[in-house]
């Protein structure tokens, strides 16, 4: 009889070559095509806007997608760099035309972003308060991103109205290399100073309302990066990789190096077994499968995929959310490359939803036929057609994410190796999927 630790080896190649062999009998799925009558359902509901109510930035970061790494095509936003109130009156005002009466019982979302949004505090405090006051029946959910530098001034009003905070911060100091402020110096003492003080001053507040978002790079990893965030805070950040959109061309090996992480990843969030969540064995299962960007919430979706309600490529319809730029132009979130426009808030002539819906169509074709159709990744994708390319551009959209069947196969032997080490991670496995 084989030594126990063979036994476990053996039953991960089988389990291995069992999520392969689903994979590839899954089909790619999901909504293919659009039409206008889909839009405006969207748009009757839409109750999630972001205003980037400034693209003025007090940092300087090497990887920023306004940077050198990316093309200028990322770079060619509005003449605006500041936002004002009347474009987001204006924003309001256009969309309230379409929502219905659903749409009152409904939460509004509003978010701010940059830039540095806390550059333009007193513009965040004049949407609030007309929000507020013409919007009194929905109850509001508000939320920003920040670099935390700017967080000592604010704090007040952000804690007085509930926001939801994400600070972007990478880790410790040498994992914040490349969060520089615009003369060349370190950024980590002053912003982790605030972030002190509110979780000694504010103490519920800092537990309940701040979260905080890391990106991977060449100087960090996840494992140092939860340490980090884990003893400092007690919190577990949000992690991502550089964006793989619209990479300049003369920059792609310099891209190559400093995202080079050794493993693919996404947002660690999974829906697993609280029980086995907690557990040693399944916090670093949970680890790989994030560190892996594979998009399952649970152990049994994981070896036996399900498509349903599955949208093709992971990509939003339009108007499920709008982000706001400074001049009124509307993108489809905030994560959206700048080619991606629907029309502009302070030209509501130029949003022509016929015209969206046939771009939008066309694009994800061109994504489907030149990307997703040579991708071992394809069925369980959540790369966005909005991140990956332009819908305005008649370039050939090339997705930097799309796998073949060997780096497939790596990355779930990975998961088989890491859990062949313990044994008793195989029962518990199988326990799951005999739920």
Same mark, same amino acid.
């Given at each position: 009889m084989l030594p126990i630790r063979y036994q476990v080896e053996y039953k991960m190649e089988i389990i291995s070559h069992l999520i392969i062999k689903e994979l590839n009998k899954r089909e790619l799925n999901g909504v293919l095509r659009i039409t206008p009558m889909d839009v405006y359902?969207?748009?009757?509901?839409?109750?999630?806007?972001?205003?980037?109510?400034t693209e003025e930035c007090n940092l300087d970061c090497y990887y920023c997608?306004?940077?050198?790494?990316?093309?200028e095509q990322l770079k060619k936003e509005g003449k605006e760099k500041t936002m004002t109130i009347d474009t987001a009156i204006k924003t309001f005002n256009f969309f309230r035309k379409y929502w219905n009466q659903a749409f009152y019982k409904r939460p509004l979302n509003i978010g701010f972003y940059g830039g540095e949004p806390l550059l333009n505090l007193d513009l965040i405090?004049?949407?609030?308060?007309?929000?507020?006051? =013409?919007?009194? /029946?929905?109850?509001?959910?508000?939320?920003? =991103?920040?670099?935390?530098?700017?967080?000592?001034?604010?704090?007040? /009003?952000?804690?007085?109205?509930?926001?939801?905070?994400?600070?972007?911060?990478?880790?410790?100091?040498?994992?914040?290399?490349?969060?520089?402020?615009?003369?060349?110096?370190?950024?980590?003492?002053?912003?982790?100073?605030?972030l002190d003080t509110i979780c000694l001053t504010y103490p519920d507040f800092f537990q309940r309302n701040i979260v905080f978002h890391s990106v991977l790079h060449n100087k960090n990893s996840i494992s140092e990066i939860q340490d980090f965030f884990r003893?400092?805070?007690?919190?577990?950040?949000?992690?991502?990789?550089?964006?793989?959109?619209?990479?300049?061309?003369?920059?792609?090996?310099?891209?190559?190096?400093?995202?080079? =992480?050794?493993?693919?990843?996404?947002?660690?969030?999974?829906e697993i077994d609280n029980e086995f969540v907690r557990s040693h064995q399944g916090t670093q299962i949970l680890q790989i499968l994030s560190m892996l960007s594979m998009r399952f919430h649970s152990f049994s979706e994981l070896l036996y995929p399900s498509n349903i309600d599955k949208l093709v490529t992971g990509s939003c319809l339009p108007f499920e959310k709008i982000f706001v730029l400074a001049d009124g =132009?509307?993108?489809?979130?905030?994560?959206?490359?700048?080619?991606?426009?629907?029309?502009?808030?302070?030209?509501?002539? *130029?949003?022509?939803?016929?015209?969206?819906?046939?771009? /939008?169509?066309?694009?994800?074709?061109?994504v489907m036929t030149h990307n997703?159709?040579?991708?071992?990744?394809?069925?369980?994708?959540?790369?966005?057609?909005?991140?990956?390319?332009?819908?305005?551009?008649?370039?050939?959209?090339?997705?930097? *994410?799309?796998?073949?069947?060997q780096q497939l196969t790596k990355w779930i032997d990975s998961i088989s190796d890491f859990i062949s080490?313990?044994?008793?991670?195989?029962?518990?496995?199988t326990r799951l999927l005999m739920e």
């Open positions: 359902k969207k748009m009757a509901l839409l109750n999630n806007i972001i205003f980037k109510v997608v306004y940077g050198s790494l990316y093309k405090k004049d949407i609030v308060q007309y929000v507020r006051s =013409t919007f009194p /029946y929905n109850k509001l959910d508000l939320k920003i =991103t920040t670099n935390g530098l700017l967080l000592d001034r604010s704090i007040d /009003y952000l804690v007085e109205n509930d926001f939801k905070i994400m600070v972007s911060l990478d880790g410790n100091e040498n994992h914040n290399a490349y969060r520089l402020t615009r003369d060349g110096k370190s950024s980590f003492e002053k912003i982790a100073r605030n003893n400092r805070y007690n919190k577990a950040p949000v992690l991502s990789r550089l964006s793989v959109a619209e990479v300049n061309d003369t920059r792609i090996e310099e891209f190559k190096m400093i995202s080079d =992480t050794g493993v693919e990843v996404n947002s660690p969030r999974l =132009t509307l993108l489809p979130c905030e994560r959206a490359n700048c080619g991606n426009s629907f029309g502009n808030i302070n030209h509501d002539g *130029s949003i022509d939803i016929n015209r969206i819906v046939k771009r /939008y169509n066309s694009f994800k074709m061109k997703c159709a040579k991708c071992s990744s394809r069925t369980f994708c959540k790369e966005c057609i909005f991140r990956i390319g332009s819908i305005n551009s008649k370039d050939i959209p090339v997705c930097r *994410s799309r796998t073949n069947l080490e313990d044994p008793t991670v195989i029962n518990k496995l």
